[in-house]
């Protein structure tokens, strides 16, 4: 079973950065689009960014766009989630999860449920 393992978050002061990193354990994430979402205390969780499966395709929520940008490097096995400028309101607890069952399907046409396997979260902490 594939496993997820975030790292990356912490406390920042608005308008730092942070790189937030999503490594799969024991099987290789080429095959997933991978999303990454996040809940703030009191909120619905909801979706950040996302890379497709097969062209790498990515999305972003209007939120973090010009800000956030994912990646995925193949060699490490990992997917990656630069957070620049960072705003009180991006403060929440962020998650990485992993889709296959719609393999080639665009990551921007699939939804929370597609999402087979979760991450146990990182903290994103911005204040001054």
């Known amino acids: 079973q594939l496993q997820l393992a975030e790292s990356g978050g912490g406390l920042v002061r608005p308008g730092g950065s942070l790189r937030l990193a999503c490594v799969a354990l024991k099987y290789t994430l080429d095959y997933y689009a991978i999303a990454w979402f996040r809940q703030a205390p009191g909120k619905e969780r909801e979706e950040v960014s996302c890379i497709s499966s097969r062209d790498d395709s990515t999305d972003y929520a209007t939120s973090v766009q010009g800000r956030f940008i994912i990646s995925r490097d193949m060699a490490k096995n990992t997917v990656f989630l630069q957070m620049d400028g960072l705003k009180s309101e991006d403060t929440a607890d962020y998650f990485c999860?992993?889709?296959?069952?719609?393999?080639?399907?665009?990551?921007?046409?699939?939804?929370?449920?597609?999402?087979?396997?979760w991450g146990q979260g990182t903290r994103v902490t911005v204040s001054s």
């Open positions: 999860a992993a889709a296959w069952r719609r393999y080639g399907v665009p990551c921007r046409d699939l939804e929370a449920g597609d999402y087979d396997y």
